[in-house]
């Protein structure tokens, strides 16, 4: 049974169990009242009992001197006296019994004496109006199912209040995005000059960088309609629809015109044709198909610009990246330490902060956090301060609010027992006093064994700078700081536990990649390894092509592992020397679980 009709079966049933309950109301009231018989009724009179008797066409209602109600019913062919007479009634008697006579009629007889006959029609009747009504809202959805499931923002929709002074980051991105305003706005002066109106820009960057804040600004700032809808609303199951979305939404848009189409995530239909298993022509490609062609169908004077994002600019199609169709990409970085900082106090207009917060300590505390990271932040910051009751934001709401989004939230139940906390204590003493004791290596900040999301305990070190390039000296030092726990666990204790994994995992990669990708091998020299090329249906590890050779493989497996022993010697080196050191700041991390920057800089002053 499909599942429209399933449903108002199960509507009916409801109506008429109500119905029935409720006439077993009515004819079975709460007060149970004694029917008798005409005789009874007889006898009861001739004892001078009866008070009142009420004649409701053949039902009688009788109330006796106690004031107690009974039920009887005369004989249908002849009147009430008569029938008592024919009972033997006394008539002395019977003249002093209160009679009242009510005429039956009105809504309530019409009532009684058509609604039983009436009712299963009334229901059969609703029940095929439900049924009709179903099978034309199937229909109609059988006709909109094409239609794009766009979202309309700005004059005929809602408010578009999205502009560029609300986008703190991207001022390159802003300036080449001007260029677009201009175009909706005076499209004259440019096609005065013969210039063609660019039909799509397509935005990169990593996630929550801002390309959908940024596409709404551009509209907000144009003052057009802003058709927002995202690349996996096209693809549905039946084949040609997400092309039928595809023409439903440029057509509406032109209409609209000037406006801005903006598909998010243009990846889920845009990926390159021809990757999948087992032929092409699948429903995804026609949908990109199409968009090909509605752009390419674009008249000079079309006032429609297409701005499309994506984190994955490299599964693009070349089709769609070629001059006529997205031929403007703007690429959108993580924001400096100076965007940062203007993000934050974005964030930071609806939110009491106390007066001597500082968000540029915060916007240094956060390299590598992207907008959306110090949204969330912000916003961890305000339900922290909202638990604990207070009436405005502190300092150090924020900073703590950044090790929940960069780590996880505390888990203060993990509890250690004596022995592993002290492995825990040792362990993040020693990546501590290797990051102290080399001199490329980020400052740290923070020193802790209590457990956040799935790490123990965690050493937070962060730059003094925003850093867009790293030399080989640098990874190799970050390698041993890496390895710094591992060695504390080895020399300490003189065994192993699984909490350096992580790192060893970590290590492996980093050092891994300085060989195949950056060509840091000295040995091996500035080649590459590997091609980075994906099938879209395999997943990125099938999808890799192996490019070298079973002997340049065990070479770079040999590379690999000289990166890591050389890291792994430093770090011994340095735990060896200074253990004294390393027992001192384990020592501290035992009573007190965490080491904040400036206990830290005091106990490797000392």
């Known amino acids: 049974m499909p599942k429209f009709l399933t449903k108002h079966v199960i509507t009916i049933l409801i109506v008429i169990l109500a119905i029935a309950g409720f006439s077993a109301l009515l004819a079975s009231p709460f007060d149970k009242t004694e029917e008798v018989s005409l005789s009874k009724l007889v006898e009861e009179i001739n004892n001078g009992s009866v008070t009142q008797i009420r004649v409701e066409g053949n039902n009688l209602k009788i109330i006796l001197e106690d004031e107690t109600k009974q039920l009887s019913r005369k004989e249908a062919e002849s009147s009430l006296t008569e029938s008592l007479v024919n009972y033997g009634v006394n008539p002395e008697k019977l003249g002093a019994v209160n009679m009242e006579l009510k005429r039956e009629g009105g809504m309530a007889y019409w009532a009684g004496a058509i609604l039983p006959f009436m009712l299963p029609f009334l229901i059969i009747g609703l029940f095929l109006w439900f049924?009709?009504?179903?099978?034309?809202?199937?229909?109609?959805?059988?006709?909109?199912?094409?239609?794009?499931?766009?979202?309309?923002?700005?004059?005929?929709?809602?408010?578009?209040?999205?502009?560029?002074?609300?986008?703190?980051n991207a001022v390159e991105a802003k300036s080449e995005l001007l260029e677009i305003v201009e175009f909706l706005k005076r499209p004259k002066k440019f096609l005065d000059m013969g210039a063609t109106i660019p039909r799509g820009v397509l935005l990169m960057g990593a996630p929550g960088t801002g390309k959908t804040l940024l596409a709404r600004a551009v509209s907000g700032e144009a003052e057009v309609p802003f058709f927002s809808i995202s690349g996996s609303e096209f693809v549905e199951m039946f084949v040609g629809v997400g092309a039928a979305r595809v023409r439903d939404l440029f057509e509406t848009a032109k209409k609209s015109a000037p406006a801005i189409i903006f598909i998010d995530e243009i990846d889920a239909?845009?990926?390159?044709?021809?990757?999948?298993?087992?032929?092409?022509?699948?429903?995804?490609?026609?949908?990109?198909?199409?968009?090909?062609?509605?752009?390419?169908?674009?008249?000079?004077?079309t006032n429609v610009i297409v701005i499309a994002a994506t984190n994955r600019p490299d599964v693009l199609d070349p089709a769609l990246l070629r001059p006529?169709?997205?031929?403007?990409?703007?690429?959108?970085?993580?924001?400096?330490?100076?965007?940062?900082?203007?993000?934050?106090?974005?964030?930071?207009?609806?939110?009491?902060?106390?007066?001597?917060?500082?968000?540029?300590?915060?916007?240094?505390?956060?390299?590598?956090?992207?907008?959306?990271?110090?949204?969330?932040?912000?916003?961890?910051?305000?339900?922290?301060a909202a638990g604990n009751n207070q009436k405005t934001i502190t300092q150090n709401d924020i900073l703590i609010s950044i090790e929940k989004v960069l780590l996880g939230p505390e888990r203060r139940s993990h509890v250690y027992s004596k022995r592993e906390k002290e492995i825990a204590a040792y362990h993040e003493a020693g990546h501590a006093l290797v990051v102290h004791s080399l001199p490329h290596t980020d400052p740290v900040h923070k020193i802790s064994i209590i457990s956040r999301g799935k790490a123990a305990g965690y050493t937070l070190k962060l730059p003094l700078e925003d850093k867009h390039f790293r030399t080989k000296t640098e990874f190799v030092e970050e390698?041993?700081?890496?390895?710094?726990?591992?060695?504390?666990?080895?020399?300490?204790?003189?065994?192993?536990?699984?909490?350096?994994?992580?790192?060893?995992?970590?290590?492996?990669?980093?050092?891994?990649?300085?060989?195949?990708?950056?060509?840091?091998?000295?040995?091996?020299?500035?080649?590459?390894?590997?091609?980075?090329?994906?099938?879209?249906?395999?997943?990125?590890?099938?999808?890799?092509?192996?490019?070298?050779?079973?002997?340049?493989?065990?070479?770079?497996?040999?590379?690999?592992?000289?990166?890591?022993?050389?890291?792994?010697?430093?770090?011994?080196?340095?735990?060896?020397?200074?253990?004294?050191?390393?027992?001192?700041i384990a020592e501290v991390l035992v009573k007190k679980e965490t080491i904040d920057k400036k206990e830290f800089e005091e106990l490797m002053a000392t």
């Open 269 to 301: 239909v845009g990926r390159l044709r021809g990757a999948g298993l087992g032929g092409g022509n699948d429903e995804r490609e026609q949908t990109l198909n199409q968009i090909l062609s509605e752009m390419d169908g674009f008249e000079r004077q």
């Open 479 to 584: 390698l041993a700081v890496m390895l710094g726990g591992y060695a504390a666990e080895k020399g300490v204790f003189n065994e192993l536990t699984t909490g350096a994994s992580s790192d060893l995992q970590k290590a492996s990669d980093l050092a891994r990649k300085m060989v195949m990708q950056y060509g840091m091998s000295d040995k091996l020299g500035p080649v590459t390894f590997g091609d980075r090329e994906e099938l879209v249906f395999l997943g990125k590890e099938l999808g890799e092509q192996k490019n070298y050779s079973e002997g340049t493989a065990q070479e770079i497996d040999k590379e690999v592992s000289k990166f890591i022993a050389s890291a792994l010697k430093t770090a011994q080196k340095i735990i060896k020397e200074r253990k004294e050191k390393l027992q001192q």
């Open 131 to 168: 049924m009709l009504r179903s099978a034309q809202r199937g229909t109609s959805q059988a006709f909109t199912f094409a239609k794009a499931k766009a979202k309309l923002f700005g004059p005929q929709g809602k408010k578009q209040d999205v502009t560029f002074k609300d986008v703190a």
């Open 324 to 384: 006529g169709r997205f031929d403007r990409r703007v690429v959108i970085d993580e924001p400096d330490i100076k965007a940062r900082e203007e993000i934050l106090k974005i964030h930071a207009k609806d939110k009491p902060l106390v007066k001597n917060a500082d968000l540029h300590v915060v916007a240094q505390r956060t390299p590598g956090f992207s907008g959306a990271d110090l949204a969330s932040v912000m916003n961890e910051a305000a339900i922290l």
